[in-house]
């Protein structure tokens, strides 16, 4: 029997990937969203979610959580601080992964492949190592410090610090994601026809009217695929703030992991990390109806 | 007038080859200063191998560094088993529950994993070590692998597989002789991508490590909090020889699902 033998390949193969992402994604999920509602324990961690008192049972579950995110501003600005930083680093992806990705879509397509790798190979390189890099390069005893300080006592101005700011954050946050903006846009531009710039130039199309015109915008479902790419792991992250933010340069990240690590509040860090799960979840599905293949398929060869 | 959309300007060579400085100064940075005779990474100083031997006398990076490994390789197994399950599946049978589960952890930013499964793992009473590190790198390494396979699928000519049956093959016959061997590249690379996101992780490692399972990437992250001391620089110098020999790997046996 056919149908059953197709019944049985459809269990054995979708149960067990099925139900181990069930267990280890699908669950912790709805534990957080539950622990959202609850009280935080006496020594961290969480109360018991009901009471059962002469018999009867309660349940105790509380919106205080939920309350404490919109009664001071301290957590709504950070949000919005973090939104900033990731909106600063998708923009300066954009900025620098736009002449290099179309450089290697115009380079001879022998050399497209070595051109790309070496795009690939420092983002394969450990994620600490490369936020070291930039400890390195901002340290107050560097050298990019001291020869910006040579510029700026020249000019007659205080003497600056790169480590321990915004800016240091927002820079090694564009270092760890650009080629997550590379890899979509290139791909993009690489279906382009070129003939089509020919055409426009025909017609008396200088440089920029054939880049504004026909390029951009050809290229933008590769931009929103990549600015996906880099803004939603650039806005949970707490790894740069922590070691190159100081006090300034925090971020939402930071205090998730401060609220489950170290204060051990979990049902406010539960709060914490459900909002940017839901800011998550609507920037992916925006990205999925900017990107719709409705506009990839225009400009292909 | 001269047909040049075909090739790069030299304003984009310029521009790009700037990007690569951008890309490749600061790790030159770590990799040089491994070497150098001096506690500061501020100026050269002199060439030395002794942060290299320091390194090798220090108990807990290559403490750390065998428990990498291990979780690394088995991490890496079970995430091969279970995703290319799950890409097989997700191809047959079109389940959409089963492509958003397989998904979610990839879409999902890394702390909010970390964070609901370190919430998980204590209301359930799993000591956090080894195995819930291990437990957790799985997961989210099987939608990598699952993607691998997939893509690998939809390369596939399947009037391979109708030719094996018309010929008499049972289903399992022609998965077994057909489609499996045509697989292996795509769950080769599948493995092997797992393998180098779990041995890198550090923020899901972070949030489900308990005592003395310290990774690797667990250990810089201690140590370069303390102080910036060139030891880390060898460290880093050295995981960074060890992802060079695994890229050029991968790239010779699937070129392409580097770039998925």
């Given at each position: ?183 979509p846009?290139?791909a993009n ?29 050809l290229?933008l479902p590769g931009i929103y695929a990549?600015a996906v ?54 920037l992916v599905l925006l990205a999925a109806k900017l990107g719709s293949p409705a506009g990839e398929n225009n400009?292909k060869? | ?260």
């Amino acid at each position: 029997m056919p149908n059953r033998a197709e019944r049985l390949s459809r269990i054995l193969l979708s149960l067990p990937p099925g139900l181990y992402l069930l267990l280890l994604f699908a669950v912790p999920s709805l534990m957080m969203l539950f622990a959202s509602f609850r009280f935080s324990g006496e020594y961290g961690g969480l109360a018991p979610w009901y009471y059962i008192e002469d018999g009867q049972f309660t349940l105790d579950l509380t919106l205080e959580n939920w309350q404490r995110l919109f009664e001071s501003d301290i957590y709504l600005g950070l949000l919005l601080k973090s939104l900033a930083y990731a909106l600063a680093t998708t923009l300066i992806c954009v900025i620098m992964a736009y002449p290099l990705a179309l450089m290697i879509a115009r380079s001879k397509k022998r050399h497209r492949d070595l051109l790309l790798l070496l795009v690939i190979l420092p983002f394969w390189s450990n994620f600490l190592v490369r936020i070291y890099a930039w400890m390195i390069i901002f340290s107050p005893q560097g050298a990019l410090t001291a020869a910006l300080n040579v510029v700026t006592s020249s000019l007659g101005l205080e003497p600056i610090t790169l480590m321990f700011s915004g800016t240091a954050v927002i820079i090694c946050l564009v270092y760890v994601h650009l080629p997550f903006m590379i890899l979509p846009l290139y791909a993009n531009l690489e279906k382009h026809d070129h003939r089509l710039l020919d055409a426009a130039q025909d017609l008396g199309a200088n440089r920029f009217q054939c880049f504004w015109l026909i390029t951009w915008p050809l290229s933008l479902p590769g931009i929103y695929a990549g600015a996906v790419l880099v803004f939603i792991p650039s806005l949970g992250i707490f790894a740069i703030p922590d070691l190159l933010g100081g006090t300034n340069g925090i971020m939402i990240g930071n205090v998730i992991k401060q609220q489950f690590v170290e204060s051990r509040d979990w049902p406010f860090g539960s709060v914490l990390s459900l909002v940017l799960t839901a800011i998550t979840l609507v920037l992916v599905l925006l990205a999925a109806k900017l990107g719709s293949p409705a506009g990839e398929n225009n400009g292909k060869k | 007038m001269a047909r040049s959309n075909a090739y790069p300007s030299k304003f984009l060579i310029a521009a790009g080859g700037m990007v690569y400085l951008f890309l490749y100064i600061p790790l030159a940075v770590v990799v040089l200063f491994s070497f150098n005779d001096s506690k500061l990474n501020a100026e050269w100083v002199g060439f030395t191998w002794k942060w290299y031997d320091k390194l090798f006398q220090n108990g807990d990076i290559l403490h750390a560094a065998a428990n990498s490994l291990i979780i690394a390789v088995i991490s890496a197994l079970l995430a091969t088993i279970l995703g290319t399950l799950a890409g097989l599946a997700i191809y047959r049978f079109r389940q959409k529950w089963l492509s958003a589960l397989v998904l979610g952890p990839i879409a999902m930013p890394d702390i909010l994993i970390g964070v609901s499964l370190l919430l998980m793992f204590i209301l359930f009473n799993v000591t956090l070590g080894m195995t819930s590190i291990i437990l957790a790198h799985v997961s989210f390494c099987i939608g990598f692998v699952a993607l691998a396979v997939q893509s690998r699928l939809s390369g596939m000519d399947q009037s391979l597989v109708e030719a094996a049956r018309d010929l008499g093959a049972t289903p399992f016959q022609a998965f077994r002789l057909i489609t499996l061997p045509l697989l292996k590249p795509g769950i080769i690379a599948g493995g092997m991508m797992a393998f180098t996101l779990s041995i890198d992780d550090f923020v899901i490692t972070f949030f489900t490590a308990g005592v003395g399972s310290s990774t690797l990437p667990l250990e810089i992250y201690s140590m370069v909090k303390i102080a910036v001391t060139p030891e880390v620089n060898a460290v880093s110098t050295l995981l960074m020889l060890v992802t060079l020999v695994l890229i050029t790997a991968l790239s010779r046996i699937s070129p392409t699902v580097l770039r998925n």
